[in-house]
């Protein structure tokens, strides 16, 4: 299962980087407003510099919701580099934008997703990679991690290529579930990747086998 980081703040992108555990970063136009950024120019300059931290795909999402608006965005922003997968909400005309952006070659993730057979439908329009949210639907007391499950037995009976990108993760607990019931990637906040690190008994252990070093050799 890959991990993508699930923000535009480049710190925390660097961070991830660094620890030498990330394959791509998602964000959408809420996390980009969080930073800061504004207006065309700086909104490409800082997709531009997220990519060139990672060596992963890059989720840069689209604001028109008609399907000529999103197809001139999306020309924009595959232009702006390799790296750069157009984020495409679950919509018809952004179903539609999808087939056609598949069928030239550029990459895209249909966010938003909700239900199977929203995810059907984004897999038949050849979505590169297909966002269900998870945290969202727990959110309104739905079963988030039953939409993975759901997504993935579908996907492996009718061996639709795209790949599940299980978004709106909000624990390590979220991360772990989606990588036993056949996420192909999580995107996630730093946080709950760091959290996967973590075991009291770890730093119990630890602490015990450096104080017997230190007894044992002075
Ligand atoms: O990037 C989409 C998704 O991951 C948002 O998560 O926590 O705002 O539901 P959240």
Redesign the pocket.
Known sequence: MKFFI?TANLDQIREAQDLGILDGV?T?P??MAKEGISGQDNVMAHYKAICDIVDGDVSAEVISTDYEGILREAEVLAALDEKIVVKVPMIKDGVKAINYLTQNGVKTNC?LVFTVGQAIMAAKAGATYI?P?V??LDDLSENGLELIANMAQVFAVQGYQSQILA????SPLHIVDCARLGANVI?SPLSSILALLNHPLTDIGLAKFLADHQKANG
């Open positions: 699930d998602t959408n809420s996390l966010t966002s949210f945290g969202r978004a709106s993760i909000r995107t």
